[in-house]
């Protein structure tokens, strides 16, 4: 779990937590356990294995994902409470699978927040690397972890 902790005393920190699921249709009852231990309010999600078809809810949360069509395995997703101000983006990215959301804040910063995977048969080319390290924050995947914030410290729970 990764807890940003602002300097400033006027925020709230923001639970973040990245999770390889293999196989979140499966995993859902496991998640919302998790979810009721830890409180997150934001999920990043790797190797979701889900088709479109497959439907996967959490209470108060919006689900983003973004499923890998071509063959079996991989896919992406971010949970996000939706208290939260945010919107979905689109990073398009030929080695990397990725779903992003930008969060809002009043008088700060936007901050773009990525749950990528890299699949252990694809190459991480240079390219790949300037796309992701454009945005504040890239997290994360059980084959790469990146991260780049100007906004506090990170420290893990």
């Not at 390889?20 to 496991?30: D, F, G, I, M, P």
């Not at 252990?120 to 890239?138: C, G, L, M, R």
């Not at 995947?141 to 906004?151: G, W």
């Amino acid at each position: 779990m990764i807890a940003f902790n602002r300097s400033r005393q006027n925020h709230t920190s923001l639970r973040i937590t990245s999770w390889n699921s293999q196989a979140l249709k499966s995993r859902v009852q496991e998640l919302e356990e998790f979810i009721n231990d830890w409180n997150p309010d934001i999920i990043l999600v790797q190797e979701t294995q889900l088709r479109p078809c497959d439907l996967v809810t959490i209470p108060n949360f919006t689900l983003y994902r973004t499923d890998r069509i071509t063959h079996r395995g991989g896919g992406t997703a971010i949970f996000i409470k939706r208290s939260i101000s945010h919107t979905h983006i689109i990073i398009s990215n030929p080695t990397i699978e990725n779903t992003a959301i930008t969060l809002h804040r009043t008088n700060e910063k936007p901050i773009t927040i990525i749950s990528a995977y890299r699949p252990p048969d694809q190459k991480f080319v240079n390219k790949t690397s300037k796309k992701f390290s454009e945005t504040e924050i890239a997290a994360s995947s059980l084959e790469i972890s990146m991260i780049k914030t100007n906004i506090g410290t990170l420290i893990p729970e």
